[in-house]
Structures are given as structure tokens and as C-alpha cells.
């Protein structure tokens, strides 16, 4: 989730690269071809998960990683945001309501290659080929979203109008290491928003207006879904499915990792500043590649980027240098 505040609304056609809502031979033709494909792979895609995700907008894939993984990767992470934010000794309510929202630090993977191994992770990377529909990912940017005890909800927003990209080909792998709870900052999904054909802006920054955009104005918006996932697991989403994360009530930080996958091929779309643009240079319409965006699967076994050099650091905290 990285806003481009400048932004009031995204009006560009949206490509989905999907069935149309209601097409179900389609649906099944197309999962089942994907399934087909992804089980040559390291993994075996269930066609029921690639089914949900092209009808829902997201899907929950259980015990995708171990409780060491999770220790080892958890520590790695905590000592990342540590590196970045531990000097910042402000209470949550002296906070922005962005910050208040989420300690949010991104591209960790340039600073820590404990982290590097997560979000270079190759089971992780081809499930969310294979829900996307895609041959090769190259990671947007990887981010921690430690919500802390007290913190406020995350607005409800699509991420696709917040990244000055097209077309809208990206999956984000949402993966709470302690796992998630309705008290602790659980996230919402609204089934089929995704294909609903809308793109909207919505400013969970608070900076430009009051409230975020008015989705469930919109009749055939489903209601929000929450998912309490459990330890182990990981929550994919489209960059196009309406979510939302609750209030933590709890007095743990809400420990959740994100790495944000596009299809190989997607282009700048709009001047709107982003690090993940901007430290390499592309320009509108050009495609985004680069040592910012590497591909992430597939990738050989052990084969892991090194940070880019000479392109400048990512922001310490937040979206903005």
C-alpha cells in the first residue's frame, strides 16, 4: 500500500486479464489449465484455490510455512523495522493517522538478506504466479505493516489506484506471523470487487480528504469478508479487491509482512513519484525493469539479488523519501 496522494481518482481503463463476472465455463477452463501448468512446479496449486481467487479476490493458503520458518523470518523481519523505526519513541496517538494506521517499511529485502530469503521466497512467489495467471514476477516492493497496540483501522482501499502502473496485474502475499485476529488487526476482503470494473482512489493517508472513498456506496459492492488466518498461513490478494484491516484492541503489534508481486511487462502509467519508479528511472509507458523491481519467480535455487547500487535508499518509513 503505497498512495500517490496527488491523486483524486484513477479514470484509465482497468485490465483484469480475468473472465468476466458470471463466466463460468471460463473460470473453470482457465483454473484448470493453470492447475495443470503450476503442478509441474516445486508445488501443486489445488484448482479450488486458483477458482476462489478469480471469484473472490483473494484466498487463504494454510501452512504454507513452518514454525521455524516463521521464528527465523519473524526475527529477521523485527530486526529490519528495528534498523528503520526503533529511534522513534512517540506514542501512537502522536502519530499521523497514516502512522497510526501501521508502521509501514518498505523494501526491506535491500537492507537484511534474512529478509531477502522471504521475499525471494520460490514456494511463495509461484502460488502467487499461478493465482495471477502469470509466467514471471517481479517484485513492487516488499513492506512490514506492524500495526501497533492501539492502532487505528486501515482504511478500506483497492492498492492498484495507489501504484502509477498498468495494467492491474499484481498480487500481494499479506503473511501475519503470529497470525491474525478480528481484536488484532485482522483484514476484510469484499468477494468479487476485483471485477466489479472500479478503480478508485482512496486517500487512507487522511492528508487530502476527510474519509476514505464511499465503496459500499456502490450497491453491488459485497460486504467485507474478515479473515482471522491462521499461523502459517498466507492471504493473497488482487490489486483490485476493496480490503480493509481493523483496529488492534490487543497489547501485541500486529506482525504482518507483505510482498507485493507484478506480472513482468507492466509499464509506468502515470508521473506520479514512486521509489519503485523513480530510483531507476522509468519513464511513462516504459516497461518496469530494473535492479528496484528484480523478478522474483522464478528465479534458481539459492539465486538471490543483491541490493541495487548507486539508485539511492527506500524511504526509512512510509512511501515518501
Not at 522513534?88 to 493517522?97: A, F, P
Not at 523494501?107 to 521475499?119: I, K, M, Q, S
Not at 491462521?230 to 493473497?236: A, L, M, R, T
Request: glycine share 8%; proline share 9%; hydrophobic share 35%.
Amino acid at each position: 500500500m503505497t498512495p500517490s496522494p496527488s491523486v483524486a481518482a484513477v479514470t484509465q481503463p482497468v485490465t483484469l486479464g480475468l473472465p468476466a463476472l458470471g463466466s463460468e465455463s471460463a473460470v473453470t477452463s482457465a483454473t484448470q489449465l493453470r492447475a495443470d501448468i503450476y503442478s509441474c512446479g516445486m508445488i501443486s496449486v489445488a484448482q479450488s484455490d486458483i477458482e476462489k481467487f478469480d471469484r473472490d479476490g483473494f484466498v487463504v493458503i494454510e501452512d504454507l510455512f513452518t514454525p521455524a520458518d516463521l521464528k527465523n523470518f519473524g526475527d529477521a523481519v523485527d530486526s529490519a523495522v528495528r534498523d528503520r523505526v526503533g529511534d522513534d519513541s512517540r506514542l501512537i496517538g502522536e502519530k499521523s493517522l497514516y502512522e497510526q494506521s501501521f508502521q509501514q517499511c518498505m523494501n526491506l529485502w535491500e537492507d537484511n538478506p534474512n529478509v531477502r530469503a522471504l521475499t525471494f521466497h520460490q514456494e511463495m512467489g509461484e502460488l502467487a504466479a499461478s493465482l495471477l495467471g502469470a509466467e514471471t514476477l517481479r517484485i513492487w516492493h516488499d513492506q512490514a505493516l506492524y500495526k501497533e497496540p492501539g492502532g487505528r483501522e486501515t482504511d478500506p482501499h483497492q492498492d492498484w489506484p495507489l501504484w502509477p502502473m498498468g495494467p492491474a496485474r499484481q498480487i500481494t502475499a499479506w503473511i501475519p506471523f503470529d497470525g491474525s485476529t478480528l481484536d488484532g488487526g485482522a483484514t476484510g476482503y469484499s468477494p468479487g470487487s476485483h471485477r466489479l470494473g472500479l478503480a478508485k482512489f482512496s486517500d487512507i493517508t487522511r492528508e487530502i480528504r476527510d474519509e476514505p472513498y464511499p465503496f459500499f456506496d456502490h450497491s453491488e459492492m459485497a460486504n467485507l469478508v474478515w479473515v482471522e488466518a491462521p499461523v502459517g498461513s498466507v492471504v493473497f490478494h488482487h490489486s483490485l479487491t476493496v480490503h480493509q484491516a481493523r483496529a488492534n484492541t490487543t497489547d501485541q503489534i500486529r506482525r504482518v509482512y507483505c510482498v507485493i508481486y507484478f506480472e513482468d511487462g507492466c509499464v509506468r502509467s502515470r508521473p506520479f513519484w514512486h521509489q519503485s519508479l523513480d530510483r531507476q528511472g522509468i519513464e511513462d509507458g516504459q516497461p518496469i525493469r530494473g535492479p528496484v523491481t528484480p523478478i522474483v519467480w522464478p528465479r534458481p535455487p539459492g539465486d538471490l539479488p543483491g541490493p541495487p547500487i548507486g539508485l539511492g535508499t527506500p524511504p526509512k518509513t512510509g512511501f515518501r523519501n
